[in-house]
């Protein structure tokens, strides 16, 4: 891995530890005691062959904490909360699980993941995946993301071909917070009423 910290506020690499033997590995995939670690209320398994993209994509409800048991996959990184130090940072490394880390994506934080070989990523989440705000990406090779990718032969989801542009993804970033937040905001002024 190319990469031992991540120019984007929120983002980290944790050290994990695979426990290798004979006959295969243990790989530990979470730890609330890992640093960026947050509790989470989901956990997927994501198994992708080589050649296939996944994203980009953007979440505005919940974090993720992504780890890698199986595979090598490159992945990217763009910071697109107008409010934080790192907007519109890139970051861009392959990843293998040889490497033992772990990466923390929080919300706000555009990812994209190039399949390098058959890899499985399992990821938590810190809220669970709802529909109405999962809707939010741009094109994988979008040149305003500024990321680099080899080829442009790939596989991609019905969903990702159907994304706009980087600009797009911002206003629809920012239209989906907000929303967000303000449900948070009723929500928790709804528990208020009832005590």
């Given at each position: ?31 609330q ?94 809220g ?9 990406g741009?094109?994988?090779?979008d ?18 071909l ?24 009723l ?9």
């Amino acid at each position: 891995m190319s990469v031992t910290t991540i120019d984007i506020a929120g983002c980290d690499v944790v050290p994990v530890s695979p426990n290798r033997d004979s006959r295969g590995c243990l790989f530990e995939i979470f730890r609330q005691s890992w640093p960026g670690a947050f509790p989470t209320v989901q956990w997927n398994a994501c198994a992708s062959n080589a050649g296939v993209v996944r994203g980009v994509h953007v979440h505005v409800d919940y974090e993720e904490f992504y780890t890698l048991p199986s595979g090598r996959v490159v992945l990217g990184l763009v910071d697109i909360r107008a409010d934080s130090p790192s907007f519109r940072n890139s970051v861009q490394f392959e990843w293998a699980d040889s490497d033992g880390v772990a990466i923390v994506v929080p919300r706000g934080v555009a990812h994209v993941v190039r399949f390098v070989e058959n890899s499985v990523l399992a990821f938590g989440l810190s809220g669970y995946w709802t529909p109405d705000f999962d809707v939010v990406g741009c094109q994988w090779d979008d040149p305003e993301l500024r990321l680099q990718w080899p080829d442009k032969d790939v596989v991609r989801s019905t969903r990702d071909l159907a994304s706009g542009g980087f600009a797009q993804m911002l206003a629809d970033y920012e239209e989906r917070s907000t929303a967000w937040r303000e449900l948070q905001r009723l929500g928790a002024r709804e528990a208020c009423l009832v005590r």
